[in-house]
């Protein structure tokens, strides 16, 4: 993991653009961070080992801060142009926190324009794209949603956002309401 940590922090330096990583990445990298440390506790630091695993455990942690700091530059330089992000080139946790931005910089954008014309402005709830709040009315087992993550179980009154695909067929079923945020 460390030859595949150095070489995503190398290329991410290099280039301007943003650079894919697997979806599994940081999953995969704090996975590696635990067992570092975990080895760590069970060694003596005075010796070799217990030193080279010392020194590797605050490499892993400087490449990962710069790696992860330098992306989330790069994604939100790419959302205040208004370019799309590629979203192969992003892992699961930012796919996530790029939904979020885009909906945040649409509603800036609402405002502006509402103040640019005389209009008080108007902030709408802010939901990701793709996504439905329901209240669910009736227990029901976890569900695999259409973005392949799983979702439940549901107890009766139960608040969930889901993918739309997802949330209006348990409304179609009458298992569930949409809420307005």
Not at 4 to 23: T, V
Not at 79 to 100: H, V
Not at 105 to 132: C, H, N, W, Y
Not at 151 to 170: H, S, W
């Amino acid at each position: 993991m460390y030859d595949e940590l150095f070489e995503a922090w190398r290329r991410e330096w290099e280039n301007p653009g943003l650079q894919s990583l697997p979806k599994d990445f940081y999953t995969r990298l704090a996975d590696y961070m635990r067992r570092i440390r975990e080895e760590r506790r069970m060694m003596d630091e005075e010796s070799l080992r217990g030193k080279l695993l010392k020194m590797e455990e605050e490499n892993v942690r400087k490449m990962i801060d710069d790696l992860v700091h330098a992306r989330r530059e790069k994604i939100i330089c790419l959302i205040e142009r208004g370019e799309a992000i590629p979203s192969s080139a992003l892992t699961e946790e930012e796919e996530s926190l790029c939904s979020s931005l885009l909906s945040n910089r649409e509603a800036f954008e609402t405002i502006l324009k509402d103040v640019m014309q005389g209009r008080k402005p108007q902030v709408k709830s802010i939901r990701a794209k793709g996504f439905l709040v329901i209240r669910i009315l009736r227990e029901l087992p976890q569900i695999v949603g259409a973005d392949m993550k799983i979702y439940g179980p549901f107890k009766p009154e139960d608040i969930a956002t889901l993918p739309e695909e997802n949330a209006r067929a348990l409304i179609r079923q009458g298992a569930a309401v949409e809420l307005s945020v």
